[in-house]
């Protein structure tokens, strides 16, 4: 019987909608602006998965940090080895993960984000593989399985994991909140893994030739957009070259908002976005999918939420991305959140490449009996 560790960051993915861009230290501040958690719904859904999978059994940590999942996900083996008190920590993170090793785990399953993953990591090292569920926000480390569903189908497997080496990424919250990206290797980690479901170590492309394709983007961005209607950037260097091009300061890491080539707003949450489409006839949505991973939806910009995109329409989001960062990003993914609205997206997309080009490039689809 396969043995997994069961952890859940509770305010983990509480940022994002709200446009926090984290919640390490801000889950009272999230909570303030609206904020509802995420992670539970998200490691619910994996739980759920394998529910029914009688050669598993789970060690996990009181109330919200998996007993409580486990119990609606209606997880028959499993017990609780970790108590805690309060609102949980990166300590109680820490303790717990300890008391898993001690029980003898096969793996250690968790839902959070970077520094979830980072605080599991500096206890287990490569002892035992980790996998985490992503709870939408900060996630640019590669241990990572691409959405819930992903994460059930990996630990279903039957025999010995495959396992390869996966960074795990610091990254400093409060630059980034200032709209810079700093990040270092915290440590390396052992993930099991199969074809196309563990996300890969986001990458920052800073070459010439990578920065004379984003204003051919630009430019030809900036002759096909419409007057009065509303555009929404999301976050990047590539929608951050289009905004500069029509003379727009545009946050780098957040989401903005123009309308006939002036700022509405800047930095915004999904409250804010779905206020400001109401009562406009014309809305588009202009993302670019992260380096490597290939996200277009999920990572880093949840503010641009189901209900917005339900609202605005799928025919009316522009994907960007230049031909260096397709190249190296063979597969596109969207996480919305809601399931039907991620099968909507269907199997393809095109992404404007350059001035008057555009590539097809896929979207994986989970397998029809997923």
């Known amino acids: 019987m396969r043995r997994i560790g069961l952890l859940i960051n509770p305010v983990a993915g509480m940022g994002g909608p709200v446009g926090l861009k984290g919640t390490d230290r801000m889950a009272a501040e999230a ?32 109330g919200a940090m998996g007993e409580e999942c486990c119990r609606e996900a209606r997880i028959r083996n499993f017990n609780v080895v970790y108590q805690y008190d309060g609102e949980s920590s990166a300590k109680d993170t820490q303790l717990a993960v300890r008391q ?13 984000g970077d520094g979830t993953a980072r605080d599991i990591v500096g206890v287990v090292g490569q002892a035992v593989p ?46 980034y909140r200032a709209g810079v990206l700093k990040t270092q290797i915290f440590g390396i980690a052992r993930v099991p893994v199969l074809a196309g479901m563990i996300q890969l170590t986001k990458q920052v492309f800073e070459e010439s030739d990578e920065e004379r394709a984003k204003q051919e983007i630009a430019r030809f961005m900036k002759e096909v957009m419409l007057p009065d209607t509303l555009y929404i950037l999301g976050a990047g260097t590539t929608t951050e070259a289009i905004a500069r091009h029509i003379g727009v300061v545009k946050t780098l890491l957040g ?49 641009i939420s189901a209900a917005l995109v339900r609202r605005v329409g799928i025919t009316n989001i522009i994907v960007v991305g230049t031909p260096h960062k397709l190249r190296d990003t063979p597969t596109l993914y969207v996480d919305t959140g809601d399931a039907a609205l991620n099968a909507e997206f269907g199997n393809t997309i095109l992404v404007v490449s350059s001035y008057h080009m555009a590539q097809r490039k896929r979207i994986w689809q989970p397998k029809p009996d997923q």
Do not use: H
């Open 31 to 62: 909570r303030a602006r609206g904020a509802v958690p995420q992670a539970n719904r998200r490691a619910k859904t994996t739980l759920e998965l394998l529910a029914e999978n009688d050669g598993l059994s789970f060690v996990t940590c009181s």
């Open 100 to 112: 898993f090793l001690a029980t003898g785990v096969d793996l250690i399953l968790f839902c959070g």
């Open 130 to 175: 980790v996998l985490g569920i992503p709870a939408w926000v900060k996630m640019y480390s590669a241990v990572f399985a691409i959405d819930p569903k992903a994460a059930a189908e990996i630990i279903s497997g039957e025999g010995a994991f495959m396992l390869r080496d996966a960074e795990v990424l610091d990254v400093d919250e409060d630059a």
């Open 255 to 303: 989401v903005d908002v123009i309308k006939n080539e002036k700022c509405v707003a800047r930095d915004v949450d999904e409250k804010t976005l779905l206020a400001l489409v109401d009562g406009e006839r014309e809305v588009r949505i202009i993302v670019s999918p992260i380096g490597a991973q290939g996200f277009i939806l999920g990572r880093g910009n949840q503010q």
